[in-house]
T-cell receptor
């Protein structure tokens, strides 16, 4: 049981390049989330997926798109990377019962540098 | 000017002391709160949670206290160990949106041997 896994662990992009961050969970959780964390800051929600087949915007969705590929996988795409998107990206999942008051479990993060 | 976010609150304690980390949350309608621990280079790790119908909850070496009157949450760590050194975040959930957490700024805990 690996929990929440993320790939890649580290990525350097040039401004304007695109990339997809991958996330998978093996806990049979219904809900999945993408956050970004800037230096010295707490996490801010980018997008979330309450259940397979649904996605919704979080606090800072601009410049990102997501895909809930199946129950296990939730990807985050940067279509045209900007230096302001330099950050550490965390994926999380919650469930399995789908109840509102359940904690989230986080992956190890992807460190993204946009030059 | 500098971003407030670049200067996290810090707490330094000696090994074996008890630690208290505080958090002021933002929304009086929040009904679920979580404390996370984040070690350098890792993702946040769940420590303990509490629902708004409670004012205290205990785990192994940790206790969370909730004061809804002043919108204050605290995490108490008993017999703090060097392995407890990390950044600690509180998070709150409110409204009907499923699992959308709002995170606090974080507190850096340093435990000296």
């Amino acid at each position: 049981n690996a929990g929440v896994t993320q790939t890649p662990k580290f990525q350097v992009l040039k401004t304007g390049q695109s990339m997809t961050l991958q996330c998978a969970q093996d806990m049979n959780h219904n809900s999945m989330y993408w956050y970004r964390q800037d230096p010295g800051m707490g996490l801010r929600l980018i997008y979330y997926s309450a259940s397979e087949g649904t996605t919704d915007k979080g606090e800072v969705p601009n410049g990102y798109n997501v895909s809930r590929l199946n129950k296990r996988e939730f990807s985050l795409r940067l279509e045209s990377a900007a230096p302001s998107q330099t950050s550490v990206y965390f994926c999380a999942s919650r469930g399995p019962y789908g109840g509102r008051l359940e904690t989230q479990y986080f992956g190890p993060g992807t460190r993204l540098l946009v030059l | 000017g500098e971003s407030v976010g670049l200067h996290l609150p810090t707490l330094s304690v000696q090994e074996g002391d008890n630690s208290i980390i505080n958090c002021a949350y933002s929304n009086s309608a929040s009904d679920y709160f979580i404390w996370y621990k984040q070690e350098s280079g890792k993702g946040p790790q769940f420590i303990i949670d509490i629902r708004s119908n409670m004012d205290k909850r205990q785990g192994q070496r940790v206790t969370v206290l909730l004061n809804k009157t002043v919108k204050h949450l605290s995490l108490q760590i008993a017999a703090t160990q060097p392995g407890d050194s990390a950044v600690y975040f509180c998070a709150e959930n409110f409204g009907t949106s499923y699992g959308k957490l709002t995170f606090g700024q974080g507190t850096i805990l340093t435990v000296h041997p």
